[in-house]
């Protein structure tokens, strides 16, 4: 395998240690940064230019998901490979539409990875065994689920997870540089398209979406 420059992004630090001691043991492998947060991940895909992102899909400030729509137009030489817990085909299939060139799930063997990161060095899209037998399915059943936060805006998508975290409208606009108004202003058309009138109802789409970890 050509030597690869890779960012690893986990909000465990447990789990983000464990993968960079595997990722170490790959000939030609180098970790040039890592990080437990999603807003971070996305800046040093900008900054560093990695060959690829390895991303969990829920982190606090933007998800996984969210950074490879992004990074897909602003760092388009970095490939993404998505971790996951999740495996059902709305997440798959949303990390598809987005252009991951990777879905891997955490509970894979540990040899799935190197063999993820050849793949999509080659340019191929390797998805977990599992998970290629589910979209499959899905497919010869008529298609994909439907993206259940696609009547947003990734900026509003961006803010909704901000929301659901807990983080005030004040908080929300310092961190991404935006007034206050300017977030409350979004939160209303937020709830005005998904129909939902509460701070409580934003957070259960958001736990329903991925954005952040369900409570079951």
């Given at each position: 395998m050509r030597p690869l420059r890779i960012l690893l992004a986990d909000d465990h630090a447990l789990v983000r240690g464990g993968i960079r001691?595997?990722?170490?043991?790959?000939?030609?492998?180098?970790?040039?940064?890592e990080t437990g947060d999603g807003l971070e991940a996305l800046e040093l895909i900008r900054s560093l230019a990695p060959d690829l992102a390895l991303l969990d899909i829920t982190m606090?400030?933007?998800?996984?998901?969210?950074?490879?729509?992004?990074?897909?137009?602003?760092?388009?030489?970095?490939?993404?490979?998505?971790?996951?817990?999740?495996a059902?085909?709305?997440?798959?299939?949303?990390?598809?539409?987005?252009?991951?060139?990777?879905?891997?799930?955490?509970?894979?063997?540990?040899?799935?990875?190197?063999?993820a990161l050849e793949a999509v060095a080659r340019g191929e899209i390797y998805l977990?065994?599992?998970?290629?037998?589910?979209?499959?399915?899905?497919?010869?059943?008529?298609?994909?689920?439907?993206?259940?936060?696609?009547?947003?805006?990734?900026?509003?998508?961006?803010i909704l997870q901000l929301i659901a975290e807990g983080l005030s409208s004040k908080e929300i606009g310092f961190?991404?540089?935006?007034?206050?108004?300017?977030?409350?202003?979004?939160?209303?058309?937020?709830?005005?398209?998904?129909?939902?009138?509460?701070v409580q109802g934003l957070v259960r789409a958001a736990m329903r979406a991925g954005l952040i970890p369900s409570d079951e």
């Amino acid at each position: 395998m050509r030597p690869l420059r890779i960012l690893l992004a986990d909000d465990h630090a447990l789990v983000r240690g464990g993968i960079r001691s595997l990722l170490g043991s790959i000939e030609g492998v180098t970790v040039v940064a890592e990080t437990g947060d999603g807003l971070e991940a996305l800046e040093l895909i900008r900054s560093l230019a990695p060959d690829l992102a390895l991303l969990d899909i829920t982190m606090p400030g933007l998800n996984g998901l969210e950074i490879a729509e992004r990074a897909a137009k602003e760092a388009p030489s970095t490939k993404i490979v998505v971790l996951s817990m999740h495996a059902n085909e709305s997440y798959v299939a949303d990390a598809l539409r987005v252009g991951v060139a990777g879905y891997l799930r955490k509970s894979a063997a540990v040899a799935e990875l190197p063999a993820a990161l050849e793949a999509v060095a080659r340019g191929e899209i390797y998805l977990s065994p599992g998970i290629s037998q589910q979209i499959v399915d899905v497919l010869r059943g008529g298609g994909a689920p439907a993206n259940p936060l696609a009547a947003l805006s990734p900026r509003q998508r961006e803010i909704l997870q901000l929301i659901a975290e807990g983080l005030s409208s004040k908080e929300i606009g310092f961190r991404l540089k935006i007034s206050s108004k300017t977030v409350d202003t979004h939160r209303a058309q937020i709830m005005e398209r998904l129909g939902i009138h509460n701070v409580q109802g934003l957070v259960r789409a958001a736990m329903r979406a991925g954005l952040i970890p369900s409570d079951e």
